[in-house]
Nanobody, 122 residues
Framework: QVQLVESGGGLVQAGGSLRLSCAAS????????MAWYRQAPGKQRELVAS????????DYADSVKGRFTISRDNAKKSVYLQMNSLKPEDTAVYYC???????????????WGQGTQVTVTV
C-alpha cells in the first residue's frame, strides 16, 4: 500500500508563511512527478505547483508565482511547498499528488494525499 501523508497546514494571517510537507510511504520504487494541488470551497481542484524527478524547472500556477516554492527530497520520497506572502485567496485544502511506480516493472500510477487545510485570514 502506498500513502502520501501531508503536514504543515494551519491558520495564518495574510502576509505570513507556511511550509507544507508530503512524504510517500509503503511500496514505492520510484517517484516521477510530485505536485501540490488545492481546492477552495465551491471551486474545482487546481494545480499549484509540480516538479519532476529529472531536475527540470518546476511549474507554478500564475497565481502563486514568486510567492510559492516547490522542492523535493528524492531520498526521503518527499515534496515540500514553501508558501510566502500568503493571501486570503490562498485559503484551500492542499493536496499532495505523485506519479510513482510500486516496483521497477509496475505501471506508473497516480496517488493523492488526504489533504491539509490552509486558512489565511485578513
Amino acid at each position: 500500500q502506498v500513502q502520501l501523508v501531508e503536514s504543515g497546514g494551519g491558520l495564518v494571517q495574510a502576509g505570513g508563511s507556511l511550509r507544507l510537507s508530503c512524504a510517500a510511504s509503503g511500496s514505492v520504487s520510484s517517484i516521477e512527478t510530485m505536485a501540490w494541488y488545492r481546492q477552495a470551497p465551491g471551486k474545482q481542484r487546481e494545480l499549484v505547483a509540480s516538479l519532476t524527478s529529472g531536475g527540470g524547472s518546476p511549474d507554478y500556477a500564475d497565481s502563486v508565482k514568486g510567492r510559492f516554492t516547490i522542492s523535493r527530497d528524492n531520498a526521503k520520497k518527499s515534496v515540500y511547498l514553501q508558501m510566502n506572502s500568503l493571501k486570503p485567496e490562498d485559503t484551500a485544502v492542499y493536496y499532495c499528488n505523485a506519479d510513482l511506480r510500486t516496483s521497477w516493472y509496475a505501471t506508473r500510477r497516480n496517488f493523492w494525499g488526504q489533504g491539509t487545510q490552509v486558512t489565511v485570514t485578513v
